[in-house]
């Protein structure tokens, strides 16, 4: 090979490599949510721009479990606000809960949210959280799907009190 062959092969190669890392990945594009978790009232009448603010400033990483009922029946509520990058364009999402206490994920629940309109962005979602399913004191990660693909997650803790046990056991002549 000459030098303007060699010269013009490395020209058009390094030009194809340029080309190769500026052209837009499809992972460029690929679908994306954030999630929050709050436990504040949302007010009425909000944009989309300042909901997703309020989220943002509101966020709840630790849940609180409600107080009103007995340790055994209580629940952890929340509102979830889901926003993504693009519209969804299908016609529901998926929310995965996983516990994550103890290292690797463990299913605890599932949601589908259905969508109203395509070109939505933003959902509000109501979230209980019950027991005994989900235990207080605990690691948690909300996975959002959509079409089975994970676009986006959100670590949390649920915080509640244990259910207290005495210890006792008594053995009566009647209980045979």
């Known amino acids: ?13 390094a030009a194809a490599a340029l080309m190769i890392a500026l052209a837009p990945t ?12 709050v436990q504040a ?21 630790l849940l609180r479990e409600t107080n009103d009922a007995e340790v055994k029946t209580r629940k952890w509520k929340a509102e ?4 993504f990058n693009k519209p969804v364009d299908d016609m529901e999402f998926q929310m995965l809960f996983y516990d994550i ?24 979602q109501k979230v209980t959280l019950p ?6 004191n605990r690691q948690m990660e909300l996975v959002v799907t959509v079409r089975r693909e994970e676009v986006g997650r959100v670590k949390f803790a ?5 259910i207290q046990r005495s210890g ?3 053995f009566s002549d009647t209980e045979r």
């Open 41 to 61: 009232a949302i007010p009425k009448q909000l944009t989309e721009k300042s909901l997703i603010a309020f989220g943002r400033r509101n966020a709840a990483r």
């Open 131 to 136: 027991r005994p399913q989900f235990k207080p």
């Open 158 to 162: 649920v915080v509640g009190q244990e």
């Open 80 to 83: 979830m606000i889901v926003t």
């Open 1 to 13: 090979m000459t030098r303007t062959n060699l010269a013009s092969a490395l020209t058009a190669s």
């Open 101 to 124: 206490h103890e290292g690797p994920r463990r299913f605890l629940n599932d949601m589908a949210m259905m969508v109203n309109d395509r070109s939505q962005k933003t959902f509000v």
């Open 26 to 37: 499809a992972e460029a594009g690929a679908l994306k949510a954030q999630i929050y978790f």
């Open 168 to 170: 006792e056991v008594s």
